[in-house]
């Protein structure tokens, strides 16, 4: 007896792609995990057919910047939920931070380490930073060779003691070295000098409250790392990027320099276009990070540095802890992080609706502008020969983000009781289904993702 055979592994039919060229009906076929055809009325079969009529067709998100916490610290996150909330809010392709894992990612056995756990638990593709710290410079050769995106260095303490905030001789030794490698690397900005002794001063006063905390990290002291950062990737010849920039006049800083034609790039996060100063006084230490939110004045700048093309792509910087790890009477004590991977693209959506950012570019934003930054060259678009990565959005249904709704470890986050437009209908990896209605399968289809080109 014979069997049909066909023509594609999956069809999606009549949903509104949203491209870097605007939004429009057609229809995607998917074979082999690729994108093969992307057109209106596709003819042929497949094995499975989705209706997306009614539905948005976003590339997969990309985030570059989370803090799974993977091995060693797994009761904080895990690569296992986190992965899950991270495909829960569309998302595809995470990048894993060095540090807050045990041992930290600062060389070879560490990175397999970390992939063994990635390889066997994640929900989603991904890949991996290095560390640059002080006691690793020697093993940057050996991470790049095992497949790492890009190195990551603090400029001030990254609350770990196992990973160590990088000196200007060593960040300036470590970007000659990643020059060589051909790799980027990515920075914490924010001046220790600046930060340490302005918590200290506060600290010694009895001042430890909300409002003290934030006085302590200045936007001074990111601009002044910034300009430093910049200083030591011209002389050196490294790609550099700044993570988490949280003022418009930092993004300012990064643009200058690149009309210098100096390599660089930044990203800012979901929290410091939605928050400002004020919420972390009513929402508390859930809304605790570094740099610190800012006024509401500084947030509608940084929007229109969005606007204007100036930010290069949105990043989460995913960092939880456990509950008790943000609860204590002194703010300095609490741990600055916000949960937030499950929440990007409703943020997007949701506040770049006010402030008039199209949906094309929430989908460049936070897809194809970090899969070009950082040479994932087959994601990140909607089109042939691209792999399979999709979130299918209903746009006309709004979500209240509910702690019953979270996928991380611990069900807690700044932006619950929050309301956003859209809903995740499904979440889709390289062809493969992994989110139908928040609800992740059991599978475990996550891939490494070395880079290959950058632009």
């Not at 196992?162 to 470590?174: K, Q, S, Y």
């Not at 570094?290 to 606007?307: G, N």
């Amino acid at each position: 007896m014979g069997w049909a055979v066909s023509d594609y592994d999956l069809l999606i039919r009549g949903g509104s792609l949203v491209t870097p060229d605007g939004v429009a009906e057609a229809d995607i076929a998917v074979a082999d995990e690729k994108i093969v055809a992307v057109g209106p009325e596709l003819g042929g079969s497949a094995t499975e057919e989705i209706d997306a009529r009614g539905l948005h067709v976003l590339p997969g998100l990309i985030d570059v910047h989370v803090h799974f916490n993977d091995p060693g610290r797994s009761d904080w996150e895990g690569i296992d939920t986190g992965s899950a909330a991270f495909a829960a809010g569309g998302g595809t392709l995470f990048v894993d931070m060095p540090l807050n894992a045990s041992p930290p990612t600062l060389d070879r056995s560490s990175f397999d380490a970390k992939l063994q756990v990635a390889a066997t638990t994640s929900r989603t593709d991904f890949a991996l930073w290095g560390g640059l710290t002080p006691n690793n410079l020697d093993h940057m050769p050996e991470l790049a060779e095992a497949g790492v995106m890009g190195f990551k260095a603090f400029m001030s303490t990254s609350g770990t003691d196992d990973f160590v905030a990088a000196d200007d001789l060593t960040l300036f030794e470590g970007m000659q070295i990643a020059a060589k490698l051909g790799l980027p690397v990515a920075v914490h900005a924010e001046s220790d000098t600046i930060t340490s002794r302005l918590a200290a001063r506060f600290r010694a006063q009895g001042r430890t409250g909300v409002q003290d905390y934030l006085a302590s990290r200045p936007i001074v002291a990111e601009l002044e790392a910034i300009n430093r950062a910049i200083l030591l990737a011209t002389e050196s010849g490294v790609d550099l990027h700044i993570v988490h920039v949280s003022t418009a006049r930092g993004v300012a800083l990064v643009t200058e320099a690149r009309a210098r034609g100096v390599s660089v790039t930044c990203e800012t996060c979901p929290h410091y276009l939605y928050f400002c100063d004020d919420d972390v006084d009513t929402i508390g230490t859930l809304a605790k990070c570094a740099p610190p939110l800012r006024t509401a004045e500084e947030r509608d700048r940084l929007w229109q540095a969005l606007l204007r093309g100036d930010i290069d792509l949105i990043a989460s910087d995913h960092s939880p802890a456990p509950p008790e790890l943000k609860q204590d009477e002194d703010f300095f004590k609490v741990w600055g992080g916000i949960a937030g991977v499950q929440s990007t693209l409703g943020v997007m959506v949701t506040a770049g609706a006010e402030y008039g950012l199209p949906l094309e570019a929430v989908a460049r934003l936070c897809a194809a502008a970090p899969a070009a930054r950082f040479g994932f060259a087959s994601k990140g678009r909607l089109e042939p020969s691209f792999d399979a990565d999709l979130a299918l959005v209903d746009l006309s249904q709004n979500t209240l983000l509910d702690p019953s709704a979270l996928h991380y470890r611990h069900a807690i986050s700044p932006y619950t009781g929050r309301r956003f437009t859209g809903r995740v209908r499904r979440t889709i990896v390289r062809g493969q289904t992994v989110v139908t209605d928040n609800t992740p399968h059991d599978t475990s289809p996550g891939r490494l993702v070395r880079p290959t080109q950058r632009s």
